[in-house]
């Protein structure tokens, strides 16, 4: 049953969508002039109509709608449209009006939708009139030309051009656009924390489980990772702030933490984790061999909101695309098929269940030790989330130092394999003891945990101010003197500690951004002023890094989720073009 409600939801999603008109194909515009004024003819596709209040007409910086004779509008008893084809004029003597040296520019704006409710995000237009020697001509000006010395033209972000590419692309290419997507996120830090959990879910199972059937579990934690991405990105576009960010507390994590440790214990033997006989028997009579799944789904569920908040340029565009469009449906199914792609190589974990790993023995139950250390280390990580490094440290070593001994760091080994068994064990425990003492040194980084002992400060280090308000950072952006950098960080942002330990440490980046003024905004916390902060640039969750100039942002050049050292140094290079 569970298998064909995603079926048929897939399928009536398709039924939906399958005609859904191009955006080119929806609003066709042919622009003429002559000696009476230049005149736009609009022509809808099938079913197609514009919103009266959305649409917008300026010449110059100047709103002209109430000097034109604009066409009859329908009223639908909540709005005024425009519901079929219609033409525009516009007098040449108010063009004349606008003209500065020897050309005026027309602009509209305009939401159209279809009368089966798919909405397209608004659509913006731009036309340039030109006189010379008394005759007039109109041209559109493409954005696609990239006439960067008009000072109209504005290129568009990565995760804005996204959203334009979901409105306007074929239902099924943008089903096989997101799935890409998807891929390339699970190669990102988001999807890591997931490995070790569906990898502890299976080996729980121990001998009695095959190929089909850790498959099976994978699917079905995929599909609820995925669901979980669907309802929570829909939910953050339309009530304007992150869901996933919103978990990020003390009571969530702490619960989820709690999770872990309870089924590390498990691993170790120290009890099993089973329902009431009662239930157990009721479920297996009802569903063979599929016990369990009810746990496993919610746990995708909650790894999705909780383990892995991260936010992307192809999970932010389809957020601004629900954002702009308030087609949830749409985006929401883009938001799922992304969710599957990301999950695809843990489906790759199931399937090997029952081919890669050798036959059922003694060796299951190191396996299953060593499993349960990594859900303690899972446990940790999450709760360093609120508790800081010094706790996330301390935890990793204590718990290293604890598995070393615990899988034979100091037993005797007479085989080659105990051996080197042994020592893999003894390496674990000097780099813990590393950890504890790094710890207690100040180091702010487990791959350096002996930073700490060089108390030379670093002339070089980054120094960021701190932003609390948004007044605070308008006022921080105007009065600087230098190009602004704004980072929105968060300590649960896999991603944001990404970019502060491989992109921000590069040399090539710390001399560029000397030349800058660089504001921190920290939003692990929440709250009002964060949240406010974050809606007024149209963000969902970090990371995003802003770069501003004469105090305006270079939408062009933002930057959602992770980025390399090379792509971010070409981007701070276009700031002093």
Known sequence: MFFKFIFSLILFASSLFAEVLDVSKAFVLSPSIDEQGAEIKFKFGENIYLYKDSFEVKLGEEKINSLLNMPKSENTGEYEIY??????????????????????????????????????????KIYDIFEKFGKFSIIAFEKEQKDETNPEFTELSEDQSIANELSSKNFFISLATFFGYGLLLSLTPCVFPMIPILSSIIVS???????????????????AMSLAYALAGVGASLLGFGIAGALQNIYVLGAFA?????????????????????????????????????????????????????????????????AQSGDAIYGGIMLFVMGLGMGAPLLVIGLSSGKLLPRPGGWMDEVKKLFGFLMLIMAVWILARVLGVFFELLGYGVIGVFAAIYLGAFEAANSGWAKFKKALCVLVFIYSLMLIIGAFLGSKDAFSPLSGLNLAKNESELNFK?????????????????????????DWCASCKEIEHITFKDAGVKNALANFTLIRINVTSGGAQNDEMLRNFGLIDPPALLLFKGGEEQKSLRTIGFINAKNFLAKLEKIFK
Not at 98 to 107: T, V
């Open 205 to 223: 199972k121990g001998g009695s489980l095959n190929a089909k059937k850790g498959f099976l579990l994978s699917l079905v934690y995929v599909v």
């Open 83 to 124: 519901p079929k084809d219609f033409s525009l004029f516009i007098p040449l003597n108010l063009v004349k009006e606008h003209l500065k040296n020897g050309s005026a520019r027309l602009n509209l704006s305009y939401q159209g939708c279809a009368k089966n409710g798919i909405c397209y995000r608004p659509q913006t």
């Open 466 to 490: 701190q932003a609390r308000n948004l007044n605070e950072l308008n006022e921080m952006i105007k009065s600087s003197s230098k190009p602004v950098l704004v980072d929105f960080y968060a």
């Open 258 to 322: 709690a999770i872990f440790v309870i089924l590390s214990f498990s691993m170790f033997g120290f009890y099993d984790i089973k329902l009431p006989s009662k239930f157990e028997n009721m479920i297996s009579k009802k569903s063979q061999n599929s016990s369990g799944l009810i746990g496993v789904f919610i746990m995708g569920f909650a790894s999705a909101l909780i383990v892995s908040p991260c936010v992307a340029a192809p999970l932010a565009g389809a957020l601004l695309y629900i």
